[in-house]
């Protein structure tokens, strides 16, 4: 069999073992039930609250829109962050099989590709049905045949790859821990302040804002809302065009990608010198 | 040899069941950090989302309120309403059916054990959140919301109590119901604004919860000129009947499905 086969291989079941887990092995509706009530409800929060404030007045809808954008996309970067990065810790601690993902033909960064695609694959049905529920309800101003597919589509993919960059390294460094229970969700609770999600990033002290803008899922959120909502998205960045957004987008992945590879690689030899692949953390 | 008083034994139950979780209150340190952390930062993203809204300043109170009790809410979910199910996967389930105790004292201790944890990382989201972001609160009401608070707890863990019990009869799908009780009640309690402004209908059905009536009541004796949902006294009258309702409510359930996971052998299940 040659390494390409035997890669791919591991990658289609590392995807379809990380649905499963994800899932928790429940019935398919049921699962995505659940999965979109709570970015739903959080949109709903968000939008309840903007109400309150601006008392309902006429031409609000550009900044609701601005929340929820926000909240439907931010799935991607909860389940791809805080379910990979959970996914690591429990494949050690309660199905203790990392070790022998470890010892498989796959390479380790193939399983976690696709472990981290299983995850990507309720995102996206979170984020659409978040997005077609809002737009109906609330009259947001997303015309689907307007909408800069290729934008939004090359964005997202390259923001994806950072927010699996991120959560590989992130979940690597989560197994010095014993109990690493929950951080998975703080990572991304802390990514979600920082990142424009909800709220510009100018709102925030100074120096948050500034590892904020170098972050690449500010520069994301901003082609979001630029390519669904095109002339009437509130931007954070006015005095940037499309392409400067962009290539800000490409610069911080891939400053984030090679962050991240020399964290993953740090840790890698922390956990293997260590002997924390297979520590029994008495999960 | 004289046997203990039930009295006795079940005091003992409730002591030995809350005490690994005041214990656990400061020797987890992984745990302190996320159970403090997850909810001081969610609270924080979103009294940005006030600021971002150039909202009064005396907005950010009910925002800081909320956060406070979020951290009871997700308390009672992951350690209440869940922890038998944790309990029947880690094979703890079966020993708590054969001790010569009742399972409503493990409830009870459960129940103590949880609110002092989450009473200290409540505090410490208030202390922040408070100073970080100059948040006043009216002194003469401070007396008459703690009483509030006490009250809305007891109801709440009440309601944990009664959860716990149905969700010994979830297998696998129990983990994404606990997953689909946080921001749909964050939502419908009004956590992060004055539930009245959810309307009749919606704010009535979030009052099944504990909370929206505790938090309402609160922020109208802190936080004047919120917009009320009802008057504090009706809200404190029917937290007192919530207690009592979900209290015997939970007792019943707990008998009641206690039989029938014996009958189904559920108490033993493995569905982690």
Redesign the interface.
């Known amino acids: 069999m040659s390494a390409a086969v035997r890669q791919w291989r591991g990658f289609a079941a590392a995807t379809r073992l990380g649905w499963e887990i994800s899932s928790n092995w429940t019935r398919p509706l049921m699962f995505v039930i659940y999965s979109v009530l709570r970015p739903l409800s959080a949109a709903f929060i968000l939008v309840v609250i903007y109400r309150f404030i601006s008392g309902g007045t006429a031409g609000t809808s550009a900044y609701l829109a601005f929340l929820v954008t926000g909240v439907a996309f931010w799935s991607f970067v909860q389940y791809g962050l805080a379910g990979l990065s959970n996914g690591m810790v429990e494949d050690r601690g309660e199905y203790k099989m990392l070790k022998y993902v470890y010892t498989s033909p796959a390479h380790f960064y193939v399983y976690l590709l696709g472990r981290g695609l299983a995850q990507l694959g309720s995102a996206v049905a979170s984020t659409f049905i978040v997005l077609v529920v809002a737009t109906v309800a609330l009259r947001l101003p997303i015309d689907p045949l307007r909408v800069n597919y290729p934008l939004l589509l090359v964005a997202s993919f390259v923001a994806l790859l950072a927010v699996i960059g991120i959560a590989m390294a992130y979940g690597l460094v989560l197994l010095q821990a014993r109990d690493a229970h929950g951080y998975g969700e703080l990572g991304a609770e802390v990514l979600y302040v920082i990142s424009g999600a909800i709220f510009p990033i100018s709102v925030l002290p100074g120096v948050l804002a500034t590892i904020a803008s170098l972050s690449p899922l500010v520069y994301w959120m901003e082609l979001i809302r630029r390519s669904l909502l095109g002339s009437q998205a509130i931007r954070m960045f006015p005095a940037l065009s499309d392409a400067d957004v962009l290539l800000r987008l490409l610069v911080t992945t891939a400053a984030t990608l090679i962050l991240a590879h020399l964290v993953f690689g740090w840790a890698d030899r922390t956990a293997r010198r260590k002997g924390l692949i297979d520590m029994e953390t008495n999960w | 040899m004289s046997h203990p008083s039930a009295l006795r034994i079940f005091l003992k139950t409730v002591v030995a069941r809350a005490y690994p979780r005041f214990v656990s209150s400061y020797r ?1 340190k ?2 302190i ?3 403090t ?2 909810p001081l ?2 609270t ?3 009294i ?8 009064p300043s005396r ?1 950010l109170g009910f925002v800081v309120l909320g956060g406070v009790l979020l951290a009871f809410w997700q308390n009672v979910i992951w350690a209440m309403a869940t922890n038998f199910f944790w309990d029947r996967a880690a094979g703890n389930l079966e020993v708590f059916a054969m001790a010569p105790t009742s399972m409503a004292a493990i409830l009870v201790g459960m129940a103590l054990g949880g609110a002092y944890v989450s009473g200290t990382r409540a505090a410490f989201i208030l202390i922040v959140t408070s100073i970080l972001f100059g948040v006043t609160y009216t002194a003469a009401g401070i007396l008459p919301a703690v009483g509030v608070f006490l009250l809305t707890l007891a109801a709440l863990y009440c309601l944990g109590m009664m959860l716990a019990s149905l969700f010994l009869f979830y297998s ?2 129990a ?3 606990a ?2 009780m ?3 009640i ?2 419908l309690s009004g ?4 539930v009245r ?2 309307g009749a209908f919606l704010a009535g059905a979030g009052s099944l919860i504990p909370l929206t009536l505790g938090l309402d009541a609160m922020r109208q004796f802190v936080l004047p000129g919120t917009p009320a949902f009802i008057p504090a006294a009706w809200e404190v009258l029917a937290l007192v009947g919530q207690t009592l309702l979900y209290g015997v409510l939970s007792q019943v359930a707990l008998r009641y499905l206690e039989q029938r996971a014996r009958h189904d052998a559920r108490l033993m299940l493995r569905s ?1």
Do not use: M
């Open positions: 987890n992984t745990w950090i996320t159970e952390l997850l930062i969610g924080i993203a979103i940005y989302v006030y600021k971002a809204l150039h909202a907005y696998r799908e983990w994404h119901l997953d689909a946080q921001e749909p964050y939502f956590f992060y604004f004055p402004s959810l982690s």
